[in-house]
């Protein structure tokens, strides 16, 4: 089963920047769908940036746009999101999740990932 290591997160005030970073472990990202999505207590998970190494297509939220990029390290097996003009609606739990291995496009679709991780909190201040 895949090991996911998600660091990056934090408290910040809005208009900051965080960069979040996702390891993972037992499976390959280099020829992999991934993805960030983000929880907020009560609400449904909500896909954020995905990204298709096979296609090379990515996905970003209409909230995020223009603010977030979603890149990876295939020497590292990392996936990242740095976040710029971080705004107080994007506060959430923030984790990453690799998509079933017949995957070809980004997409952001829930049911299309297999592997999650546990998490990393973001939080903007204003």
């Known amino acids: 089963q895949p090991q996911f290591v998600e660091s990056g997160g934090g408290l910040v005030l809005a208009g900051g920047s965080l960069t979040l970073s996702c390891a993972v472990s037992?499976?390959?990202?280099?020829?992999?769908?991934i993805a960030w999505f983000r929880q907020v207590l009560g609400k449904e998970d909500e896909g954020v940036s995905c990204l298709s190494n096979r296609d090379n297509s990515e996905w970003y939220s209409d909230s995020v746009k223009g603010r977030f990029t979603i890149s990876r390290d295939n020497a590292k097996n990392t996936v990242y999101l740095p976040m710029n003009s971080l705004k107080p609606e994007v506060t959430a739990l923030y984790y990453c999740?690799?998509?079933?291995?017949?995957?070809?496009?980004?997409?952001?679709?829930?049911?299309?990932?297999?592997?999650w991780g546990q998490g990393t909190q973001v939080t903007v201040s204003s």
């Open positions: 037992g499976v390959t990202l280099d020829n992999s769908v």
């Open positions: 999740a690799v998509a079933r291995a017949t995957s070809v496009q980004a997409t952001c679709a829930t049911e299309t990932y297999v592997h």
